[in-house]
């Protein structure tokens, strides 16, 4: 089976910086995605690690280490837009996604 | 944006009624996929496609079918609609080449009374 997990919720304020962690168990790994979802709309694509390492767009970095089955979502100089849910996926290369149940992230002013 | 519609977008029904929820597409990918949203459960794929008349199944894929008679098109049918499949269901499609990015649909509010 396949299993990630995230925090529920997260809060921080604007102009900060806040870290979402992800944890999986999977029978297979290729890598390991994050999407952003604002209320009641569509999730997006933020971004994708294969390999280990940071990769970073923007204010938005993701991080992943094969080898601790860990990940995480940096965002930094937080704006009031960023109060979304951020889920992390795992693409375990059988053509779909396992998601994880999501992060509320609250930004305050 | 990528090209995905979904239709209805809102949809109230009785229990023990089909329903079928269509997702199209213009841009030609592959893939397509349906999922469900509840609160607490995060995103549950249902049913996907890698091609027209070619489906399989997803983690969450009891009372629920499929069809793709076209590459466009993707639909799902709730054979008898139940009140534990009010949800919200998303659409989404991707590349072969680049499955870890779906783009996903403006999503379909289903209430089964």
């Known amino acids: 089976g396949q299993s990630l997990e995230q925090p529920s919720e997260v809060t921080a304020v604007e102009g900060a910086i806040v870290q979402i962690n992800c944890t999986y168990q999977?029978?297979?790994?290729?890598?390991l995605s994050w999407y952003q979802q604002h209320d009641g709309g569509a999730p997006t694509f933020l971004s994708y690690?294969?390999?280990?390492g940071l990769e970073e767009t923007g204010r938005f970095s993701s991080f992943l280490s094969r080898s601790d089955s860990y990940g995480y979502l940096l965002l930094q100089e937080l704006q009031m837009k960023d109060s979304a849910s951020y889920f992390c996926?795992?693409?375990?290369?059988?053509?779909?996604?396992?998601f994880g149940k999501g992060t509320m992230l609250l930004v305050s002013p | 944006d990528a090209g995905i519609t979904q239709s209805p977008r809102h949809k109230v029904t009785e229990t023990g009624t089909p329903v079928t929820l269509r997702c199209h597409q213009t841009?030609?990918?592959?893939?397509m996929y349906w999922y469900r949203q509840d609160p607490g459960h995060g995103l549950r794929l249902i049913h996907y496609?890698?091609?027209?008349?070619?489906?399989d199944k997803g983690e969450v894929s009891d009372g629920y079918s499929v069809s793709r008679s076209k590459t466009e098109d993707f639909l799902l049918t709730l054979e008898s609609a139940t009140s534990s499949q009010t949800s919200v269901y998303f659409c989404?499609?991707?590349?072969?080449?680049?499955?870890?990015?779906?783009?996903f649909g403006p999503g379909t509010r289903l209430l089964v009374l």
């Open positions: 989404a499609i991707s590349e072969d080449t680049t499955q870890e990015t779906q783009y």
């Open positions: 999977t029978s297979g790994f290729y890598g």
């Open positions: 690690n294969a390999l280990d």
């Open positions: 996926a795992v693409n375990s290369g059988y053509s779909t996604l396992t």
């Open positions: 841009e030609n990918h592959r893939y």
């Open positions: 496609s890698y091609g027209v008349k070619d489906t």
